[in-house]
């Protein structure tokens, strides 16, 4: 059995495609595709496909991650085109492995997104952004199943930083241009309970009184292990992609011997 891990995007208006909904168009994507998919056991057989750690709804993004499992090869590049061609476009395939190693899951273990404030001037995040990273904790609520939930935003922000718009990927996006704008860079631990986004919105609002006028458009950049040397986060296909060049025991030249 092979397994292949993709990376896909949300962009533009699917951003307010919700997970499930993904999960509907991206199995019809692989009937049309004709993709030799296994399936599960069971009354209701289902194919094999393992999702990591979805982006919200309304959120956009470059990385999002998951695995699915074929009964027969295929070579992954040819894979993705297929399956980025039966794709609604803003759900587009942007990157195939095989999966020669363990743990893509326990890889993702931070995300950098981009925050931007429509109708917040630059100094205005940047005061708040200070404020938020100077505070030891900052409590939040959120409406969860059982009830409001109260937790920290801070200890999970590895880094929060105000952004020129030029190096922004939101630049062309569909939001005002006429108005002042602020970008936040925002690099966040995957930890229990999630700190999302809107949690660092909220603890924005909490430390500096920052409101944005308008919702703010959110985008995951990347998701990974996070190198603490670097302050980046890695690429998570980036291990299989090694252990696909690293040449076999099999394949390495015998080493002539002279005869004696």
């Not at 209701?44 to 982006?55: L, Q």
């Not at 199943?145 to 718009?165: H, I, M, Q, Y």
């Not at 944005?212 to 296909?237: H, M």
């Amino acid at each position: 059995m092979q397994r292949i891990r993709l990376r896909y995007t949300k962009r533009g208006r699917l951003r307010f495609t919700s997970h499930r909904d993904f999960q509907r168009a991206f199995e019809r994507a692989l009937r049309r595709a004709e993709v030799p998919m296994a399936y599960s056991a069971g009354f209701t057989p289902h194919p094999k496909v393992s999702y990591a750690n979805a982006a919200p709804t309304g959120t956009g993004s470059e990385a999002e991650y998951l695995e699915i499992a074929l009964t027969a090869p295929r070579d992954p590049e040819q894979l993705r085109v297929l399956l980025d061609e039966s794709l609604p476009a803003g759900l587009d395939i942007v990157d195939a492995v095989e999966a020669r190693t363990s743990g893509l899951a326990d890889r993702l273990t931070a995300s950098v997104w981009e925050l931007r404030l429509d109708g917040v001037s630059p100094e205005e995040a940047r005061r708040a952004a200070d404020a938020f990273t100077a505070a030891e904790t900052v409590e939040v609520q959120r409406l969860a199943k059982n009830g409001v939930r109260t937790f920290d935003a801070r200890s999970a922000v590895v880094s929060l930083e105000v952004r020129d718009l030029s190096e922004t990927q939101s630049a062309l996006a569909d939001r005002p241009t006429d108005q002042p704008c602020a970008i936040l860079r925002l690099v966040v631990r995957h930890v229990t309970p999630a700190v999302r986004p809107d949690d660092v919105l909220s603890g924005l609002r909490a430390v500096a009184d920052l409101a944005p006028p308008v919702p703010a458009a959110v985008t995951r950049l990347a998701q990974g292990l996070f190198d603490e040397e670097t302050g980046t986060v890695t690429d998570p296909l980036a291990p299989d992609r090694e252990a696909a060049q690293a040449p076999s025991t099999a394949e390495q030249p015998a080493t002539a011997t002279a005869p004696a």
